[in-house]
């Protein structure tokens, strides 16, 4: 089915640990961005993309890596992950950002012990 | 640099009843807005947007927003509510000129809409 597909959906890590969400989009849309939802800071831009090997960094960009080597994926990792990385992380995919609609994951949600 | 507050993080109404959820914005550029919603377990789907034009802009579900540049507001209004709008909505910004914010959204903290019967 076309869409846009985040794996794992639900990731319980300990800190220190390095951690993988995936991010995969079958439109060939040019951009892709991660977010973080926290409760009482909205969403919150961690990277985006503009396209393949095109990356830089949003607003909360430390602690996580980023790389896009096909248009289709966009994975993010946690390098060595905090208690303050526990959060859901939605991934989206758009082909142009100025029109503003942003296609939407289902999001992962990852604990940090 | 650009910023969305949303005035309201909790707003219970009544079935049939109508609900505005209010959206302010700041930008030191022209913007585009937009409002999100999200079901619960859910990512977030487009409920409306302004580009240009009319200032008052419809949106899937009844809902609709209108545009005011002199109070930098982008208020989301429907004027029956049902069980099933119950939701967290979200107003987003992104700047429509060059620069480094073209194409981020940014984000307002979300406002959860509670439907009762």
């Known amino acids: 089915d076309a869409g846009i597909t985040q794996s794992p959906r639900y990731k319980i890590t300990e800190t220190g640990r390095q951690v993988t969400l995936m991010c995969h989009q079958t439109?060939?849309?040019?951009?892709m961005f991660w977010y973080r939802q926290d409760l009482g800071h909205g969403l919150r831009l961690i990277y985006y993309s503009a396209a393949a090997d095109i990356t830089d960094k949003g607003e909360v960009p430390d602690g996580y890596v980023v790389s896009r080597s096909k248009t289709e994926n966009f994975p993010l990792t946690l390098e060595s992950a905090t208690r303050s990385q526990t959060s859901v992380y939605f991934c989206a995919s758009c082909q142009s950002p100025a029109t503003g609609e942003l296609f939407f994951g289902e999001g992962s949600r990852l604990t940090v012990l | 640099a650009q910023s969305v507050t949303q005035l309201d993080s909790q707003v219970p109404v009544f079935e049939e009843a109508p609900v505005e959820l209010r959206c302010n914005y700041s930008?030191?550029?022209?913007?585009?807005l937009f409002w999100y919603v999200q079901y619960p377990n859910q990512g977030l789907q487009l409920l409306l947007k302004?580009?240009?034009?009319?200032?008052l802009v419809k949106g899937i579900n009844g809902f609709e927003a209108e545009f005011n540049k002199s109070q930098t507001s982008f208020h989301l209004r429907k004027p029956s509510v049902h069980i099933s709008d119950t939701a967290e909505y979200f107003c987003?910004?992104?700047?429509?000129?060059?620069?480094?914010?073209?194409?981020?959204?940014?984000f307002g903290q979300g406002t959860i809409l509670t439907v009762h019967p």
């Open positions: 439109w060939s849309h040019s951009y």
């Open positions: 987003a910004v992104s700047s429509s000129a060059g620069g480094t914010s073209y194409g981020k959204l940014t």
């Open positions: 930008s030191s550029v022209s913007v585009y």
């Open positions: 302004y580009l240009s034009g009319s200032t």
